[in-house]
Structure formats: structure tokens, C-alpha cells
């Protein structure tokens, strides 16, 4: 189907170029066309997609082209001077006008083609990557991460420095980023109030029961726990949201008001300022 949009373009392109009626400015112009519309005639031939441009806009813009610049008219015959040269000037018009209605209406269709949203959000976060180094998903973690070591910095919490393990382990097991850091503020205040009894436990897992080799291990285990992710205890919080996995790891029945107390500091640490 493609072809049959592409090649009339080309065909009617050809026999204006070889018109003899033709001026050599006006030819030039038409074995430009004929040339680009020969082209992408060919790679849809070939099944090659035009970038910006889904099958209904290709039609649009290439079947717009010859209303866009100088139709071929046949032999002109004797006309006024002043007809010639207001033809003349209508014609350069249009060509002028051809360059710059063709993108504006690729413009406009790109917005139709999700593939053109995707394409341009590839490159910018290329771009972006290319600067900073990092991929967009890095990005997005470094910016959480950032907030939550702010958070803790400016409470003088012993946490700071781990805002990147609390949001790579959220991730991972596809939880809120700010989850397991705000449990860390209600049961600890964000370590400084570590059980003493066992080693690196500041999140209330196992009520002071249970060691953790270090910091880092500890926001790993519990974020696979409440992820759903454990097999031992996935039918408490598998397939469930931020309430109800706070009200399975602190019921009501225990502290009344602690899946809106941790969800309050969630809050405040997502839209921290750094």
C-alpha cells in the first residue's frame, strides 16, 4: 500500500520536470521533488518506516506537496506581462511556502505517532546521560536518593548516606522509594534509636530479634519482605499498597495511627527540597 502513496507523486514529478514548457528555474524545482519522493518511494518499497511519520502522514504530507508550490501547468501561451510576472512571483511563493508548511505538518503528525514520543524521549535522555553519565532511571533514583540523605542530614540521623539502597532495593522489589527510609523515621528515627540488643536493626523487623549483618543487608531484607517477595511471607504483603502493607507490618490494633504517621513522613520526604 505504501507504494501506491508514494509513486504517483514521483510519476507526476517526472512529467513536469519534462515538460518543455518548463523554465530551467521551474525544472530544477521539480527534479527536486521528483528525486524525493523517488526516494521514499523506494524505501517503502523496501517496508522502511520514515521517521516522524506513520502511513496516514506520509500520505497527508506527500499528497499535500503539489498544493503546497507551482502546479505543472502545460504550455503557458501568450499571456500579459504583468500575469507572467505575478505568476512568477506566486510561484516562488509557493516553492518558499512548500519549506515551510512540510515541516509543520510533520510536526503536526508526530504528535499522532507514539513512536515519535519514544524516539524523542530515547534521545533526550541520551543526552542527558551523555552529560551526567548516568542512564534516566539513575537519574531518577539519584534525585529520591538525594532527598531522602537531606531528610536525614537535617535531623542528624545516623542513615544518611544510604538514600540510594533504600530507593534501588524499592525498586527492585517494586515498592514506594520513600517506604522502608519513612519506616526508618517512625521506628528509629532514622537509627539513632537502633534496637540495642541486636546488630543493625533500626526498622522494627522481628521487634529487636533478629541481626543484620550491616546497614545495607537490613533495608535489603526488609524491602523483600514487604515487596511480596519473600516466600515465607508473601501472603502477608504480596499484591498490596503502601496502607495495607503498613497495616500488616504495624496493625492498628497496635499503634491506631502508624500507616498515616509513616505515610505522613513519605510524604514530607518526596516533596523535600534539595
Sequence with gaps: ????????????????????????????????????????SFLCCLEIDILFLNNA???????LLPFGRADCDGVEGAKPSSMNIKKQKGFIQNTLNS??????????????????????????????????????????IS???KKIDAYFADRNMPLEGNGEVFVREARVNNLDPFLVAS??????????????SVTNSFLGWGSCK???NSTQEAIEIVSWNLGGNNPNTEHFYANKNTKEILKTYNPPSI???????VMDIMDKMRNYDV
Aim: a negative charge.
Design 143 to 145: 534525585n529520591e536518593a
Design 255 to 261: 499503634v491506631a495511627e502508624y500507616a498515616y504517621e
Design 57 to 63: 502522514g506520509k500520505a497527508c504530507v506527500l499528497w
Design 1 to 40: 500500500m505504501k507504494p501506491l502513496v508514494f509513486s504517483p507523486l514521483t510519476v507526476w514529478s517526472l512529467v513536469c520536470y519534462n515538460d518543455g514548457s518548463q523554465k530551467d528555474s521551474r525544472k530544477g524545482v521539480f527534479f527536486f521533488w521528483f528525486i524525493v519522493c523517488g526516494v521514499i
Design 183 to 196: 519506616i526508618s523515621v517512625r521506628e528509629s528515627t532514622g537509627g539513632r534509636h537502633a534496637c540495642s
Design 99 to 140: 519549506f515551510v508548511a512540510i515541516p509543520l505538518i510533520i510536526s503536526s503528525l508526530a504528535g499522532l505517532n507514539p513512536d515519535v514520543a519514544e524516539v524523542t524521549n530515547t534521545i533526550v535522555s541520551e543526552e542527558v546521560s551523555m552529560v551526567s553519565g548516568l542512564s534516566g532511571s539513575d537519574l531518577l
Design 210 to 212: 533478629i541481626n543484620f
